[in-house]
């Protein structure tokens, strides 16, 4: 057996890095405009030049993008109505499970992490974060870029109310990128320094087993295809069920992506509550006994 | 062209000797007492002078060919802001001497431009700013023209500036008649012309009296909101008028005034104007208020000055704007709905995640 597993194809890494510098140059170009108050905001306009060539540069950018977005969900679709692909990025119940199973584990509840298959619950978490909020930036940059075509097609104030959408939807994704993706990528103690696996493809046996033992369980012992539903022998796999599952995973998504922060939260304040419940009655025994 | 003398038409009649030895004597005795009589030199300098300038007649021909006339009223200048603590050499440089020593001078205008620095003496601080001022940029490109310190205060009779400040206005008539006249006509002009409001902006209130800047500059241009925003942010003054004192803060929030403030940075737009600034939907020196049926703000009209930069702008285009109006429930609900989300879900979704990053390091660093 070798000693590390494609992880990842060519095009998901091209699609990283194209996703990792349009992302950038949009924050560069973008927060000046939304922090146009403070100095490092003047500053940044002086390096590109003008406000004029920053939108320039913000907008090229951002139409690259849109372009790239179209571009992955186009061959996505096209993968899961052809049945090539598992899908395995669409949010299941097991998510949810996993992600309350990981904070106990956490939380010192319980001894044994959740075992994840191909994407773990914070890798789709990420995904589907990702993917809806750049429809939304898409559409409300479109709105700003182009406000008389916009007017025919939606009221008036979508116009401010996409911008302050926006605006503030790009900030969340920028910190969510700082601080949530950086850790995850860099970091987090089980990858430090740098997870490579997006820009070489691949990912070690040790780390195969320790964050996707499902997926290398799969791989070991290859089950066939048929054996996920289908029974006339074509290699792939059930196709109603997948453009069902297409369909249904915006939604699914999005909720998930609402959904894991608030577990987060829920846990710990259940936990801290029991704690600080603990500790004074700890504290009342004592002055009793005393 | 050979420059002619410059003398008195006719032969001065009282400048003999008597006079100017009775000069020089209270000269020289006002040297001895000046610790206590400190102001009698002016006095009797003045009187000097005035023994020929109080005279109707006396006037100066130049090379040519025009003439003009010496005379000085002496309660004028005893009334102006000056009569008390000049004497006419302090101005009038190098006159001191009787009789005046011959000069050359081709029009009168060439004889008052050897005045145009005698206000720096004292005046230095206005002096200097004037230096950056658009009346003496085109002076120096030899518009002969320009205005300097007398044509705007006066020469003898000077007074103290901007009183009443209506009396302002009227200065920069002399040469911008029109835009003075359409001034009295906007809001600004009429409130104080009519209704004697001195919280009311003259001229000098937005160009400066001194340094004053070319209107047509792009940095002009874009200081022009935090210009508007001198009065209308103060709440004190705009709650007088049932005004708002957020309309800068709001403007500065939309994508306008967003650009406005960035736009200072790096080149020059190329297109002119970036964005629309408050004069372009307000207008200039033809304000109005804003409910007034012609005002261009005015809901009926506003469509119309959203396409002279958003052409083939649709009949309702107008309502992408929020009016200056801080997005609340009853203006702009939609606005309102999606800032609200963001200033929970933001807060909710990072501290949730930085949750998680907390709990893992302490789970697999500690704890383990």
């Known amino acids: 057996m070798t000693d590390t597993f494609v992880r990842f194809t060519s095009r998901q890494r091209g699609e990283h890095l194209l996703v990792m510098t349009l992302f950038t140059m949009l924050a560069v170009t973008g927060f000046p405009q939304k922090f146009y108050a403070s100095s490092w905001s003047h500053g940044m306009v002086t390096v590109f030049g003008g406000i004029e060539r920053l939108r320039w540069v913000h907008r090229t950018a951002g139409i690259l993008f849109a372009l790239l977005t179209a571009w992955h969900i186009a061959l996505v679709t096209l993968e899961v109505v052809r049945g090539k692909t598992r899908a395995s990025l669409v949010p299941l119940k097991k998510d949810f499970t996993d992600a309350i199973v990981t904070l106990r584990y956490y939380l010192g509840l319980v001894d044994r992490q959740a075992a994840f298959d191909r994407f773990d619950y914070r890798q789709k978490f990420e995904y589907w974060g990702l993917l809806l909020g750049s429809m939304l930036m898409i559409v409300t940059g479109l709105i700003l870029y182009l406000p008389l075509l916009a007017f025919r097609l939606f009221p008036g104030e979508f116009i401010p109310a996409a911008k302050v959408a926006h605006s503030n939807e790009g900030l969340m994704a920028l910190l969510v990128v700082i601080i949530w993706h950086i850790y995850n990528a860099h970091l987090s103690p089980d990858v430090f320094p740098f997870d490579t696996s997006i820009f070489t493809g691949r990912i070690s046996l040790h780390r195969m087993r320790h964050e996707h033992p499902l997926e290398l369980e799969r791989i070991a012992q290859p089950e066939p295809y048929a054996a996920i539903g289908r029974t006339d022998g074509q290699q792939g796999y059930p196709r109603l069920q997948a453009v069902m599952t297409l369909a249904a995973a915006p939604l699914l998504g999005a909720l998930f992506v609402m959904f894991l922060p608030f577990v987060g939260v829920a846990l710990v304040l259940k936990q801290g509550g029991a704690y600080c419940l603990a500790l004074a009655r700890r504290l009342l025994d004592r002055q009793t006994s005393s | ?368």
């Not at chain 2, 005279?55 to 025009?66: H, I, Y």
């Not at chain 2, 040469?175 to 009429?190: D, N």
């Not at chain 2, 500059?217 to 508007?228: F, K």
């Not at chain 2, 998680?356 to 697999?364: A, E, G, P, T």
């Open chain 2, 1 to 368: 062209m050979r420059a002619a003398r410059c003398l008195p038409s006719r032969p001065p009649v009282r400048r003999a000797g008597p006079v100017a030895f009775t000069a020089t004597v209270a000269a020289m005795l006002a040297t001895l007492v000046s610790p206590v009589f400190g102001q009698t030199s002016a006095n009797d300098e003045t009187d000097t002078c005035l023994t020929c300038h109080a005279d109707d007649g006396l006037t100066v021909t130049f090379a040519d060919g025009t003439s003009h006339p010496l005379k000085v009223d002496a309660s004028m200048f005893a009334g102006s802001v000056h009569g008390a603590n000049l004497k006419c050499t302090d101005c009038h440089a190098g006159f001191a001497e009787i009789p005046h020593a011959e000069r050359q001078f081709t029009t009168l205008a060439d004889f008052r431009a050897s005045f145009r620095e005698a206000c720096k003496t004292c005046h230095f601080d206005n002096y200097t700013q004037s230096l950056d001022g658009v009346h003496y940029a085109i002076l120096s490109k030899g518009n002969t023209k320009a205005p300097f310190c007398p044509d705007c205060h006066g020469s003898h009779a000077i007074q103290k500036p901007g009183i009443p400040r209506a009396a302002v206005s009227k200065t920069c008539a002399q040469c911008h008649r029109t835009l003075s006249e359409t001034w009295a006509k906007s809001v600004h002009g009429k409130s104080l012309l009519e209704g004697h409001n001195q919280d009311t902006p003259v001229c000098t209130d937005c160009h400066r009296a001194h340094n004053i800047a070319d209107p047509r500059s792009t940095a002009w241009l874009l200081d022009t909101p935090a210009l508007c925003g001198k009065c209308h942010t103060n709440k004190a003054l705009m709650d007088k008028y049932g005004l708002s004192s957020n309309v800068l803060q709001t403007y500065l929030a939309d994508f306008h005034g967003m650009s406005a403030s960035l736009a200072k940075n790096g080149r020059p737009p190329v297109h002119g104007r970036i964005t629309a600034l408050c004069i372009d939907c307000h207008g200039i020196h033809d304000i109005r208020r804003v409910d007034d049926p012609g005002s261009p703000v005015l809901k009926a009209n506003l469509v119309k000055t959203c396409r002279k930069c958003h052409s083939g702008a649709p009949e309702a285009f107008p309502a992408a704007w929020l009016s200056h109006y801080e997005p609340s429930w009853q203006k702009a609900p939609l606005e309102y709905a999606v800032k609200l989300f963001y200033k929970v879900f933001i807060p909710f979704i990072i501290s949730g995640l930085a949750l998680q990053i907390l709990l893992h390091l302490w789970r697999v660093v500690g704890h383990r």
